[in-house]
């Protein structure tokens, strides 16, 4: 069973910097080799949001609010999704989670996928952006 754990989250200034990881454990290797991953968000009193998803052949796609500022990444020596965070605003604020375990070989069903494909999930962590 896979389980994924957060970190990296915390609160800064409007502006600054934030690099999450999620740790993947519990995976087989056919299911890695193909995994499709993803970084979501949730601001209180709205719904989950997709932030940024990575495909098996490397391909990423980010959401239009967070184009230029953040970047999805992998270690796949060290099974470790990562979300480089930069210029970050308040509307950034939420509870952050990855999330795995979507093995697909195409490129095209990982980046559209709904959330409802990706069937591991972090607890999250909290990102808090002020002024």
């Known amino acids: 069973q896979v389980q994924l754990v957060e970190s990296g989250g915390g609160s800064v200034q409007a502006g600054g910097s934030l690099r999450l990881s999620c740790s993947a454990s519990g995976y087989t290797y056919s299911t890695y080799s193909t995994d499709c991953m993803g970084w979501f968000r949730q601001a209180p009193g709205k719904e989950r949001e997709g932030v940024a998803r990575?495909?098996?052949?490397?391909?990423?796609n980010y959401a239009d609010s967070v184009k230029g500022r953040f970047t999805i990444s992998q270690d796949n020596a060290k099974n470790t999704l990562y979300l480089q965070m930069n210029s970050l605003k308040p509307e950034d604020t939420g509870m952050y989670y990855c999330a795995t375990n979507f093995p697909t070989d195409s490129t095209h069903f990982c980046l559209g996928a709904s959330q409802g494909y990706f069937r591991s999930w972090g607890r999250g962590t909290q990102v808090t952006v002020f002024l």
């Open positions: 990575i495909a098996s052949d490397g391909t990423t």
